[in-house]
């Protein structure tokens, strides 16, 4: 049973901009920091953004800083990631995960939900 869908993704031209949602089950996002990760082809996965469960604390991988925005709407069960300023190498495929640990520990993928994935191509 998928517990975490991710939708957004597409085709953008460099410099353009994005906004992947993340909808969850009511019982997951209520207890859980919520996560953004990506992989790119023939490239280990790696740590994007996160955001406690209240929203007042976020954690970000240093390329995404100042181009990326993590929230969530706990009245939608539902987190996002604004994406702008977009380059080629951002190109990949993105995951949500939720997991009941804080946010340098979901930074390192310690998740227990993970979502199916939504596709970021970005052109030059």
């Known amino acids: 049973q998928v517990q975490l869908v991710e939708s957004g993704g597409g085709l953008v031209q460099a410099g353009g901009s994005l906004r992947l949602s993340c909808r969850a089950s009511?019982?997951?996002?209520?207890?859980?920091?919520m996560g953004w990760f990506r992989q790119a082809p023939g490239k280990e996965r790696e740590f994007v953004a996160a955001i406690n469960w209240t929203g007042g604390t976020l954690y970000y991988e240093d390329s995404a800083k100042g181009r990326f925005t993590i929230s969530r709407d706990n009245a939608k069960n539902t987190v996002y990631l604004q994406m702008n300023t977009l380059k080629p190498e951002d190109t990949a495929v993105y995951y949500c995960?939720?997991?009941?640990?804080?946010?340098?520990?979901?930074?390192?993928?310690?998740?227990?939900?993970w979502g199916q994935g939504t596709q970021v191509t970005v052109s030059s």
């Open positions: 995960a939720a997991g009941p640990y804080g946010l340098e520990t979901i930074r390192l993928g310690h998740a227990d939900y």
């Open positions: 009511r019982r997951i996002f209520n207890t859980r920091t």
